[in-house]
C-alpha cells in the first residue's frame, strides 16, 4: 500500500478524520456508477481500509437507461471481484421517466441493501461547482445553492456520505488514469440537450476562460459557506417553530413570528407547511403565508393541496380545509 499513497490519500484520510464522515470499522457501500468520481473514491477506500478497519462493498442500480447498461453493470460486478469485495445489483423493472424518478428509484434500492448504515457516493467539488450554477440560474434560495452537503440522513438509520467533496474532477480522473482504473464511459454524459451537461462542457469553461481561472473551486467554496449557514439557519427556525406550533390545532403563534428577522420567518413557514401538509411549497406559497403574520384578521392564502388555505385567525396561522 505505501507505494500508492499520494497526496490525494492524505487528503481524503484527512478530510475523513477531521469531519468525523466514516467512524472506524463501519460497514460501508460503495455506491459505484463505473464513471471515474465513483471509481476514485471505491479505490482511495480500498487503499485506507486497513488504518479505518472498514468492511467495504460495492452497489450498482441499472436503470435500463442505455443499451449498454447490462454491460456496465457487468463491468463492475467483475471489478468488484477484482477487489474480492461483496457486490450488490439493483436492476430496474422497466426504466425510470427522468432523471428525478431515476434518482428517488436508486437511492430507495440502495437503502433497501441490509446491513448497511452508511452509504458513499462520489460526488466532488466540480458537481459543487456546476450544482449551484444549475440552481442559480433556476432562482434558488441559499437551500439550493447549498444542496449537497457532506452528508445526508436518507433514513432515521442510514446516512449518506460524499467523502469527495473537496475533489476536483481532473483530479479523480487524474487518479484513475495512474491507477489504470477502468473507467465506463456514459454516453449521456457527452448529450448537450442536457442543461447539467451544457453547465460542464460549455458555461464552466467559458467562465474559466473569460472571467477566473479558478471559478470551480471558488464555487464549490461558495457552497461550502453557504452549506454551513443554511444548517444554522435551519436550527434556528426549528426553535421557533417549536415553541410558535400548535400541533393539535394546526397554527402557528403570530405573536411569536412577528418578532423575529425575515429570514426566519420564511423558514418557519416552510418547515410549517413541509410538515403539516407533507409538501414542498414554492417561493409564492411561501410568500402569501408570510405575509398573513401582520395581515388582518381572515385574511387567507390561496389553496395550497387538497383545497387547504392558512387563514388568520386572531393571534394564530391556521391551517384549514375548503370542504
Ligand atoms: N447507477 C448508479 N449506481 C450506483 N451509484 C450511482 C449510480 N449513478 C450514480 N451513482 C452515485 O452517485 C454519484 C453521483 O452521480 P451523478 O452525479 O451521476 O448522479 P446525480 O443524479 O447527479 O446524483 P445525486 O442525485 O445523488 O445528486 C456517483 O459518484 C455514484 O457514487
Redesign the pocket.
Known amino acids: 500500500m505505501a507505494s500508492s499513497w499520494t497526496p490525494l490519500h492524505a487528503k481524503i484520510h484527512r478530510t475523513l478524520r477531521s469531519r468525523s464522515l466514516l467512524p472506524k470499522h463501519e460497514s460501508i457501500l460503495i455506491?459505484?456508477?463505473g464513471?471515474q468520481?465513483?471509481l476514485c473514491?471505491a479505490q482511495l477506500l480500498i487503499d485506507l481500509r486497513d488504518r479505518w478497519n472498514w468492511h467495504l462493498a460495492i452497489?450498482?442500480?441499472?436503470?435500463r437507461w442505455r443499451a449498454d447498461s447490462q454491460a456496465n453493470a457487468d463491468h463492475i460486478a467483475t471489478l468488484a471481484q477484482s477487489w474480492n469485495l461483496p457486490f450488490y445489483l439493483k436492476t430496474a423493472d422497466s426504466p425510470p421517466p427522468n432523471?428525478a424518478s431515476a434518482?428517488e428509484w436508486?437511492y430507495a434500492q440502495?437503502q433497501s441493501i441490509e446491513g448497511f448504515h452508511t452509504i458513499?457516493?462520489?460526488?466532488t467539488a466540480s458537481?459543487r461547482a456546476e450544482t449551484l450554477l444549475f440552481n442559480l440560474i433556476r432562482g434558488s434560495g441559499a437551500d439550493g445553492l447549498s444542496s449537497?452537503n457532506w452528508t445526508r440522513q436518507l433514513t432515521p438509520t442510514v446516512k449518506l456520505v460524499r467523502p469527495l467533496l473537496e475533489i476536483m474532477r481532473s483530479q479523480t480522473a487524474e487518479f484513475c488514469r495512474d491507477r489504470n482504473l477502468p473507467i465506463w464511459q456514459d454516453s449521456t454524459n457527452n448529450d448537450l440537450a442536457y442543461a447539467r451537461n451544457r453547465i460542464r462542457q460549455e458555461l464552466l469553461p467559458s467562465l474559466k476562460h473569460n472571467f477566473n481561472a479558478q471559478v470551480e473551486s471558488h464555487l464549490a467554496q461558495t457552497m461550502e459557506l453557504l452549506s454551513a449557514e443554511v444548517e444554522y439557519l435551519e436550527t434556528v427556525a426549528s426553535e421557533f417553530y417549536e415553541t410558535a406550533i400548535d400541533i393539535t390545532s394546526q397554527s402557528l403563534d403570530r405573536t411569536i413570528l412577528r418578532k423575529i428577522p425575515l429570514a426566519i420567518q420564511r423558514r418557519v413557514i416552510r418547515q410549517f407547511l413541509m410538515r403539516s401538509l407533507n409538501f414542498n411549497p414554492n417561493f409564492e406559497q411561501v410568500e402569501k403565508c408570510v405575509g398573513l403574520i401582520t395581515a388582518p384578521n381572515r385574511s387567507r392564502t390561496d389553496p395550497f393541496i387538497e383545497k387547504t388555505i392558512a387563514e388568520v385567525n386572531a393571534d394564530q396561522i391556521q391551517l384549514k380545509s375548503l370542504d
Open positions: 455506491a459505484l456508477s464513471g468520481d465513483s473514491l452497489a450498482h442500480c441499472d436503470h432523471e434518482r436508486r440502495l458513499v457516493t462520489g460526488h458537481d449537497l
